[in-house]
T-cell receptor, first 111, second 113 residues
Framework: DAKTTQPPSMDCAEGRAANLPCNHS???????VYWYRQIHSQGPQYIIH???NNETNEMASLIITEDRKSSTLILPHATLRDTAVYYC????????????FGQGTRLTINP | GAVVSQHPSWVICKSGTSVKIECRSL??????MFWYRQFPKQSLMLMAT?????????EQGVEKDKFLINHASLTLSTLTVTSAHPEDSSFYIC?????????FGSGTRLTVV
């Protein structure tokens, strides 16, 4: 079973920041938080991942709460091409742990 | 960056025939690969974990004799759907572990007619 909970859908206006929440209250100490997105009929695309510190890359920022029980993915300036299903997953990659996908959040960017 | 190539991107086959899907890690070695299946409007469902040089580990409810997985080298894993039936029509996706992230292939759309 997936260890994360996400809202099924969200809308965001083009050019605004999209903030996607994720709850992972049972996360263990060695598990990372991964974010992927899937555009229709394509394989999932890696966005970002983190353990406990906040992370930022060219695509997004990841904010992880101090207790690590939840996180937020931030797309700073959403474009229409960011419309996709976003998946938040926790996994311990050192143990080659499998990624178990939940239902994700369908993010729609509106013009 | 790490690239996983999946081939073919789509295939149509007749009921009762077998279809092989290849998953290659192009610029890194993948000891472990994963195979997923995705039905329309649903999330990815893990089918099996493929380990180089050993037998695959299948998830509960996945028939190992129907979905044959071979991981003979550090850069190639194959999934063969044997005696395919229309209900096997789906989007199949592979993934490989590269250092600290998981890289996914572009997927294979299988249609069984």
């Amino acid at each position: 079973d997936a260890k994360t909970t996400q809202p099924p859908s969200m809308d965001c206006a083009e050019g605004r920041a999209a903030n996607l929440p994720c709850n992972h209250s049972t996360i263990s100490g060695n598990e990372y938080v991964y974010w992927y997105r899937q555009i229709h009929s394509q394989g999932p695309q890696y966005i970002i991942h983190g353990l406990k510190n906040n992370e930022t890359n060219e695509m997004a920022s990841l904010i992880i709460t101090e207790d690590r029980k939840s996180s937020t993915l931030i797309l700073p300036h959403a474009t229409l091409r960011d419309t996709a299903v976003y998946y938040c997953i926790v996994s311990e990659i050192q143990g080659a742990q499998k990624l178990v996908f939940g239902q994700g959040t369908r993010l729609t960017i509106n013009p | 960056g790490a690239v996983v190539s999946q081939h073919p991107s789509w295939v149509i086959c007749k009921s009762g025939t077998s279809v092989k899907i290849e998953c290659r890690s192009l610029d890194f070695q993948a000891t472990t690969m994963f195979w997923y299946r995705q039905f329309p409007k649903q999330s990815l469902m893990l089918m099996a974990t493929s380990n180089e040089g050993s037998k695959a580990t299948y998830e509960q409810g996945v028939e190992k004799d129907k979905f044959l997985i071979n991981h003979a080298s550090l850069t190639l894993s194959t999934l063969t759907v044997t005696s395919a039936h229309p209900e096997d029509s789906s989007f199949y996706i592979c993934s490989a572990i590269n250092r600290r992230s998981y890289t996914f292939g572009s997927g294979t759309r299988l249609t069984v007619v």
